[in-house]
């Protein structure tokens, strides 16, 4: 007979199985430290967007996929709260230290996610978003259908809060122009290997700022517009240069990927900007990004800025 996960008050501290804890330590439960309070109630009020019917006294997982430890228990903790404000019971917390794209079936902490849904340990499992724990679209299909087949439910906060924001402003489309919501910047030697430390920051901080699109694409998107400015704006000689890169979400969960470089100079820009010149803008592009550029107010400087929405990409 299966052990069923102990009832307990919402808000209550949750358990780890102690195989798990051993495996990848026991998460922050201390609370959201480090999180910003937008970033808090971006994933609380009512139950989210998923897959499967939710009860009101539900038991859940927590479930996150990251590189860093503590960027998997700052986002537990917001999951946390979320879970506990829709008046669920938390039975484990669970998260895996993987590159952006890995399989389900290579994830250990998944694995032990699937366990648990099948034994009736818990009957849903909650995430940031869905994209989180499935990459591809083809993949996505395959765990709703497993989802619903245990039968178990899926929460993905940051999802339902787009689709909420959607439905009530009656438009079906988001604003143009959207206030920024949550933000992340940072400087970078303009050099070729800064390139990897972009790209493994730009993982970490797209998870925490909560943004429910595809965020291998947007590595991705992010990574070519920053090799285009080591490549082309990179001073010759001993001098040394910045490399600055912005990232941040919007009320309307879209996204903005700004890259600035010392170098005012941008040949064939219209060409460049359509893809017609060179594959790094039009790889950009493939990804779902719209691409704009702009100088600085005194001259001597441009930005890159691509714009994603939170939808299917197909890689």
Known sequence: MTAQAPKRRPGAPSDVHPELAAQHGRANSTGAEGMTPCAIAAITGPPPHGVGMPATDAHVLLYTA??????????????????HAQGWTVVHELYDL??????????????????????????????????????????????????????????????????????????????????????????????????????????????????????VAAIGVLARLAKNAIVHAAPTGPASAELNVLLAVTEDDELRIDVRDPSPEFPDSVAALKGEKGRGLRDVRLLGADVTWSLAEDGRSKTVRACMAPGEVPL
């Not at 009736?120 to 619903?148: F, K, N, S």
């Open 66 to 83: 990251t590189f860093d430890s503590g960027i998997a228990a700052k986002t537990l903790a917001v999951l946390r709260e979320f879970a």
């Open 98 to 215: 993987i590159p952006p794209g890995t399989p389900r079936r290579h994830r250990i902490a998944w694995c032990a996610v699937e366990r648990a849904l099948t034994q009736g340990e818990a009957t849903g499992v909650v995430a940031p978003a869905e994209q989180e724990i499935a990459c591809h679209p083809e993949d996505r299909t395959a765990l709703r259908e497993w989802l619903l087949g245990v039968p178990a439910f899926a929460a993905y906060p940051q999802v339902g809060q787009l689709l909420r924001r959607h439905t009530h402003d009656g438009a079906g489309a988001a604003e143009v122009g959207a206030p920024v919501d949550r933000q992340w910047f940072r400087s970078y030697p303009l050099r070729p290997r800064s390139l990897r430390q972009v790209k493994t920051d730009a993982f970490a901080y797209l998870t925490v700022l909560g943004w429910p699109g595809n965020i």
